[in-house]
């Protein structure tokens, strides 16, 4: 089956500096690629995705880039802020999207 | 719209008993998928059910088994639960004609004592 990696698993920044959480995964087959908000105590949330045949997305402050060749992908968040402290999950999936494999999570810590 | 509600919030079993946990779609929703997510980890797909059946299932033995109901709702079954059963468990439902939205519920903490 799928296997997906996330790197790293906590993550310190400082308001205003950029964040970045990069994914790899195992099944070349997998051609939708989610990103989950969960903070804590709630549930994860869908913040941006991407699909196989794009290389990039863009949402405000939010990116994700997608190399399938390399089968990576990457979220990036710009100008941090307090409330963007959480956890992150990268996640993939395939075929009809019956089935999603997760990645293992990003505490992200902004400073203020 | 609620959105997806699940209850129990919270359950404490002994090992060896068995738990039932449910799951009631957001309005509009027929698919609901069920995931495991231990301490510091991601989810892990357990199953999918949509009209009634099991449709995919992840890694996880017989002992975990589920129901829908034709109101869309789920249960998610554990018999003869072990201490690494202890999880928050997640319910997420889609409409079955775009699986990619997936809305989660706020899940139901097990604790396996």
């Known amino acids: 089956g799928e296997n997906v990696e996330q790197h790293p698993s906590t993550l310190s920044v400082q308001e205003g500096d950029s964040a970045v959480i990069k994914c790899t995964y195992s099944d070349s087959a997998s051609n939708y690629f989610p990103w989950y908000k969960q903070e804590l105590g709630k549930r994860p949330q869908l913040i941006i995705d991407i699909r196989s045949n794009v290389g990039e997305k863009k949402d405000q402050r939010i990116a994700v880039t997608l190399n399938k060749t390399a089968k990576h992908f990457s979220l990036h968040i710009t100008e941090t802020q307090p409330e963007d402290s959480a956890v992150y999950f990268c996640?993939?999936?395939?075929?009809?999207?019956?089935?999603?494999?997760f990645g293992s999570g990003t505490k992200l810590n902004v400073k203020p | 719209d609620a959105g997806v509600t699940q209850s129990p919030t919270h359950l404490i079993k002994t090992r060896g008993q068995q738990v039932t946990l449910r799951c009631s779609p957001k309005s509009g929703h027929d698919t609901v998928s069920w995931y495991q997510q231990a301490l510091g980890q991601g989810p892990q797909f357990i199953f999918q059910y949509y009209e009634e059946e099991e449709r995919q299932r992840g890694n996880f033995p017989d002992r975990f088994s589920g129901h829908q109901f034709p109101n869309y709702s789920s249960e998610l079954n554990v018999n003869a639960l072990w201490l690494g059963d202890s999880a928050l468990y997640l319910c997420?439902?889609?409409?079955?004609?775009?699986?990619?939205?997936?809305?989660f519920g706020p899940g139901t903490r097990l604790t396996v004592t």
């Open positions: 997420a439902s889609s409409p079955r004609r775009n699986l990619r939205e997936q809305y």
């Open positions: 996640a993939a999936s395939m075929g009809n999207f019956n089935k999603f494999y």
